[in-house]
């Protein structure tokens, strides 16, 4: 049986720290809007979406750096959020689902970098994401250096990485009453949530992988530029950088979605932020064989649509990548194990 849907990528272009919250809000809806005329049941958006990529700045003012996040209070509270309600609002009016990227502030005052899956057709939240790899410093190496100041904002995601299903986008899919033995990949779709940086690591898409993912979303802002935490291994022009930044982020999404047997769909933030900031487009649909199937045109708002069929998954879940034949668990301790490198001992 085919597990069809239609989905898109919503990448976002240049967004300014001067943009008022209210001009990308209407952005962002003009993309859902086109992309649901087009038919997606499904739009990706990037990660902070609602603002410029504030990590880079060093905030004196606490003021302003707060202004940054949104108040989060769990369940539902984000689609109630002031800010950013107007999106979520739409999202319900055309029945589209939304997967968006934010800086989140709990009740608590703690800070994540969240994505949430809200479902257009039931009006909630249905899944939460915390980014796990929070690249960057947390003080700049030199005064006054724009950089990339992520741990400075953001604590570790503490959430895992929870795979979940979603309702309504499949018809005539398997439910919890059911009476068939075999289930496997007959429920409603398998999703999970990855922000940027978590895409470069394997071991962020196997525990998807290990929970029968189908697409796995990912919003990100990467440089072109390259100067910063991930300088290039040689002198390179801005050019080939920008090329080596998309090569790199094409690597990681279109490997682990083979390496994995799913589908992912990256919604990036791009274009020359103030005027200086320079973030690669690359928004893509990547199916289950690692194969590129649409991808941004542009480094500016643009919809990347494809109708993906989710049962193309089974070929690599049953063949190659059969995790249950074929994985050696015993073997992978040193995964968990060890965070950083044990080289073995120098020879005599
Ligand atoms: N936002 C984010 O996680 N960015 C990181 C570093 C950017 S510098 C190349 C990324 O992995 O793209």
């Not at 899956?117 to 700049?140: A, C, M």
């Not at 390259?226 to 291994?233: F, G, N, S, T, V």
């Not at 089974?314 to 074929?326: L, S």
Request: with cysteine.
């Amino acid at each position: 049986m085919p597990r069809t849907v239609k989905v898109a990528a919503a990448q976002i272009g240049s967004v300014h720290r001067t943009s008022t919250r209210a001009s990308t809000m209407e952005r962002m809806i003009k993309l859902l809007d086109s992309a649901a005329a087009k038919g997606a049941q499904l739009v990706v958006f990037p990660e902070c979406a609602f603002t410029t990529f504030f990590p880079r700045y060093l905030f004196h003012d606490k003021e302003e750096m707060e202004s940054y996040f949104e108040d989060d209070a769990g369940g539902n509270s984000i689609a109630e959020s002031k800010n950013v309600k107007p999106l979520f609002d739409r999202a319900r009016e055309l029945q589209v689902d939304i997967w968006v990227g934010y800086g989140e502030r709990t009740p608590e005052g703690r800070h994540f970098n969240t994505a949430v899956y809200y479902s257009g057709r039931t009006g909630e939240v249905i899944s939460k994401y915390r980014k796990t790899h929070v690249p960057g410093f947390v003080d700049p190496p030199f005064p006054n250096a724009e950089v990339h100041l992520e741990k400075r904002y953001f604590e570790t995601g503490d959430l895992g990485f929870q795979a979940f299903r979603v309702p309504g986008l499949v018809p005539g899919t398997l439910k919890a009453d059911t009476t068939e033995s075999d289930t496997e990949g007959k429920g409603d779709p398998i999703f999970g949530s990855l922000i940027c940086n978590d895409r470069r690591w394997p071991e962020s898409w196997r525990p998807y992988g290990l929970q029968g993912a189908e697409l796995v979303l990912v919003g990100f802002n990467t440089n072109g530029k390259a100067d910063d935490i991930y300088k290039p291994r040689r002198p390179i022009s801005l050019e080939d950088a920008r090329k080596e930044a998309l090569f790199h982020h094409r690597l990681a999404m279109q490997y682990n979605s083979y390496a994995n047997s799913c589908f992912s769909i990256s919604a990036g933030r791009c274009g020359m932020d103030d005027g200086k900031f320079d973030l690669i487009g690359g928004s893509s649909i990547v199916d289950s064989d690692g194969h590129i199937i649409a991808e941004a045109a542009t480094v500016d708002d643009e919809v990347v649509f494809a109708e993906i069929d989710l049962e193309e998954c089974r070929k690599g879940k049953k063949d190659i990548f059969n995790f249950g034949v074929n994985r050696q668990p015993q073997s992978y301790g040193i995964i968990t194990e060890q965070k950083g490198v044990v080289e073995p001992k120098l020879l005599a």
